[in-house]
Nanobody, 122 residues
Framework: QVQLVESGGGLVQPGGSLRLSCAAS????????MGWYRQAPGKQRELVAS???????TYADFLKGPWTISRINAKNTVYLQMNSLKPEDTAVYVC????????????????WGQGTQVTVSS
């Protein structure tokens, strides 16, 4: 019973920037990690970036520009700042969270958001 709500997607020109947000709510004891995946038409879903509760980030190898993932643990929210966007960045970006619904890891579960569309085009 955890919901991930994404926002911040839209249409942007090449070279522009977007800031994606994902807020988790529901039966949350703690969130071990949160991240962003993306899926473009005809391609497999791939990890963009993730971040642990301790603030350690991981970025995909395809990243060329200064994209930054961050989070506010108290708000169960993760952000993805995307700069210097290119047409090939066009995809549905999906939020992911590994959630502990109680102190016991027996209740750990991975949740996915519905996704937000990012379109980079002139």
């Amino acid at each position: 019973q955890v919901q991930l709500v994404e926002s911040g997607g839209g249409l942007v020109q090449p070279g522009g920037s977007l800031r994606l947000s994902c807020a988790a709510s529901g039966s949350i004891f703690s969130i071990n990690s949160m991240g962003w995946y993306r899926q473009a038409p005809g391609k497999q879903r791939e990890l963009v970036a993730s971040i642990t509760s301790g603030g350690t980030p991981t970025y995909a190898d395809f990243l060329k520009g200064p994209w930054t993932i961050s989070r506010i643990n108290a708000k169960n929210t993760v952000y993805l700042q995307m700069n210097s966007l290119k047409p090939e960045d066009t995809a549905v970006y999906v939020c992911n969270a590994e959630v502990d619904e109680s102190r016991s890891t027996q209740y750990r579960k991975i949740y996915w958001g519905q996704g937000t569309q990012v379109t980079v085009s002139s």
